[in-house]
Every structure is written in structure tokens, then in C-alpha cells.
């Protein structure tokens, strides 16, 4: 996770808890016995940050946005369609495309949706539509920022 779940701010410890409390717990309401009779308290936490990694990996967006001639820049802006559209062409999927704001539209980040059949340790996600719940926060322009 050091090399692949930064924060943009703030400690590595702080951000990973965020995301254990905000999206991993989902995961940890699964029955013990989803992990065999071998189960020890708090197995679920590593299964689900080494599957988060895991789909990141295999999500190369700075790639797929670079294939579209979207890339970091000072002076250059893009539309919300042409991000969503690069991911689209790249993945065969809708994702949600996700601006700071509160910095005019800098790019932030991008959500990817699955569902997820069979268990988090060796279940197949599925690519599935964002739907309404997760709007795109990007207005006209977007700002792809280098890091």
C-alpha cells in the first residue's frame, strides 16, 4: 500500500484508517465463516486493503487518460466527457469521474464499480454502472494537475 494508496494529505496511517472505516467495513460485517474454520480476528482488514491494490493494479487510469492525450499539466484543461470517455474506451466501463471543488475542478479522483460475486478473498468483480448515487463532481473543465 506504500507504493500504491497515498494520501494527497496527512499520514499514510490516518488515510488507511478513512478508508477501513468508510469502505472496508462493508467488508468486515462478513461471517467468520466465509474464511474457513481458521479464521482469526480482524482477517477481513488485509483481505480487503491487498484487494483494493489488487483491482488498482489491474485499473491503470494515468494510463488510460495518458492513451487519450490527457496529461498532467499546468496550462492544459479537459472536459468531464473526454475523461469519462478515455476511461470508457479503455475499460469498456462507466466510472465516476470525481473534481476538488474547492481547487476549480482539479481532477481528484476516479471511481470504479463492481459487484462482487463470491467472497472478497477470491469472489470475481464485476464492472457494474455507477448509477445515480455517484454523480460526477467535475464541472465544464478539469484540471489534471501533475502530482
Not at 1 to 21: I, V
Request: glycine share 8%; charged share 25%.
Amino acid at each position: 500500500m506504500s507504493e500504491y494508496w497515498k494520501p494527497n494529505s496527512g499520514t499514510d496511517d490516518h488515510f488507511w484508517a478513512h478508508e477501513w472505516s468508510k469502505h472496508g467495513t462493508c467488508v468486515s460485517t462478513m461471517q467468520p465463516k466465509c474464511y474457513g474454520y481458521k479464521y482469526e480476528r480482524g482477517e477481513e482488514v488485509p483481505a480487503y486493503f491487498q484487494k483494493a491494490v489488487d483491482l488498482f493494479k489491474g485499473l491503470d487510469t494515468y494510463q488510460f487518460l495518458e492513451a487519450a492525450g490527457i496529461t498532467p499539466s499546468e496550462t492544459s484543461q479537459y472536459t468531464c466527457s473526454q475523461v469519462e470517455a478515455a476511461i470508457k474506451d479503455a475499460t469498456g466501463f462507466d466510472a465516476t469521474v470525481m473534481c476538488d471543488t474547492r481547487k476549480k475542478g482539479e481532477l481528484r479522483e476516479v471511481y470504479y464499480h463492481f459487484n462482487v460475486i463470491g467472497t472478497l478473498q477470491d469472489g470475481r468483480f464485476v464492472h457494474t454502472d455507477p448509477g445515480e448515487s455517484n454523480p460526477p463532481s467535475c464541472g465544464a473543465l478539469i484540471d489534471n494537475l501533475p502530482s
